[in-house]
Structure formats: C-alpha cells, structure tokens
C-alpha cells in the first residue's frame, strides 16, 4: 500500500514542480532518508544534503527535525501527513572544507619563508625552527581529518568553506610576514628551543585527544559516552585546552604578538563551543533514571575556565 507526504515550505507553498503535493512512498515503513530521495528524484537541484525536514509546528513549539536513519512512522506521520521543508543551500563535505581550511595555510607559511622575492631574508634559527613546527602542525590536521575525525554531519553549507579559509589563511599571511620579515627580532635560542619542545608536546597530547574521542564514535560503542583517559579526566574539552597551549608555545617560541592575536581568537571561539559541549554533558549525563552523572570537570582551561 501506498503511503503518501505532503511536503511544504514554511510559508506553507509547495516545494515539489508542477503544483504537485505529495511524494508517494512504498509503504508506512518508510524512513526520512526515502522521503528525501523522492524530494531528490522530483527536483535533483534539491540534493538530499541540502534538505532540511521538520515535523508541522505545534502552538508555542517548533517542529521537530527529521533523521534521515528513522522511520517516518516514529514521528507519528501517518498517511496524507505534512512536513515542512528548509532548502540549507549549496552544500561541500566536511572533509573538503577541512582539507582546504589546513591546506591554505600549510602552503601560505611556506610561500613567505621560501620565496625571497616576497621577503628579501637570510632566515635564522627562530624562523627556521617556526616553519617546521607550523608545517608539522597543519600536516598533522590534514592526516587527522581522513584518518581520526568523523563527522556528526556529512556536510555543511558551502559558504563556510569561504569564511573558514579566509580565517585560516589570512591568520597564516600574517603570522608568516611578521615572523619571516627583515626587521624581526628573534628571542633566544635557548627560549625558541625550550619553547617549541613544548609545543610539540601539547601538540601530540592534542592527537591523543582525538583519538580519545574518535573512540567514542567507533562502531560497536552502542551510543555516546562520557570522555575518559588522558586529560580528559581533568577537564571536559581537553583537546581544545591542548591546542591552545600549543600555539602560547609557538607565540613564546617565536616572540610573535601576530602569533598571539591568533592564539587568543581560536580560544576565544573554542570557548563557546567547550561551554555549550559541557553543558550538553552534564544535561545528558544528570544521575537521573539511572543514567550516570556527568563528574565535575573544567571546562576548557584550568584554573581559569
């Protein structure tokens, strides 16, 4: 038997062409995941990534989101049902945007060091020993992007793409032209090599992290669980507090206030997502109806956070 959804814009117009108000579906065991197809299927400019489906908002409340693994049915939809309908643009895979996003400044750095006709410079230690941390640093995020992460999401809106390399690769310009410049004045030896023996240890703790992390997501884990092992005994985003202290290092070893500018940005965006993560913890894991209790933990950075 035939099941059938109307699917809508919010304004309540039809998205599908020719007028047309519903897409027909094999039967009532269908799942969100064949609704978007046969959205998909009637109009191919509507990807299934770019689509966004809600049940009908109730008075006082929002719709609730559909996911694609569900069936239609443990939405309460029923035969001839609604659903509402959200176009969220062009879409780029997760891996592309973070490829790109490390990739640009890999390369960037590189260009101010190895072309004197950008930078006329004979390089000393301090700058030397900048670009092999740097280049480690983002080749490292590259490996780790198809080797380590998933991703909650398999994509996201392409215009992303535009504002995480102009963060990523402007930052990069700026750090390489200041550090690579003539008029630098390097620290010692001594502070550069002490400096960057440390951020090369905060920075294998960040993978260690992640790793940590991409655990949790390995198959067989039978749902998310509370970060254990390593820092994360300590603080609740500690790949976050790893990679801060990464770049004070590189700030310290390299004697750079562009250096620093950076440092205090990604921290300052890595606190909100760390505070809105520990709160998702700990409402998850509340000690409630037997679910375990979320243990008290830093945020991100302590003493402070």
Known sequence: MSFKIAVSARDGRTILPKGEKYIT????????ADLKRGIADSRPELYTARQRLT????????????????????YGLTNGDTVVFKDLGPQIAYRAVFFWEYFGPLVVYSLFFFFPYLIPEEHGFAQKAALTFWVAHYAKRIAETFLVHSFGHATMPIRNLI??????WGFAAFI???????????????????ALAAAFTCTLSNLRCHLILADLRSPGRGGYSIPRGFLFDYITCAN????????????????????????????????????GKHQRLRKLFDGKEGREKYPKRYIMFPPLF
């Open 176 to 194: 390489a032209y200041f550090i690579n410049h003539p008029l630098y004045t390097p620290p010692s030896t001594l502070q550069t090599v002490l």
């Open 240 to 275: 976050y507090t790893a990679e801060i202290w990464s770049w004070l290092f590189f700030s310290l070893a390299t004697q750079s206030l562009p250096a620093l500018v950076f440092t205090l940005a990604g921290a300052g965006q890595m606190a909100v997502w760390a505070a």
């Open 163 to 168: 504002k995480n390399c102009s963060y990523y």
């Open 55 to 74: 049940t009908v908002a109730e008075k006082g409340k929002k719709g609730t989101v559909l996911e694609d693994g569900k069936k239609l049915a443990e």
């Open 25 to 32: 579906l094999a039967d009532k065991d269908a799942t969100v």
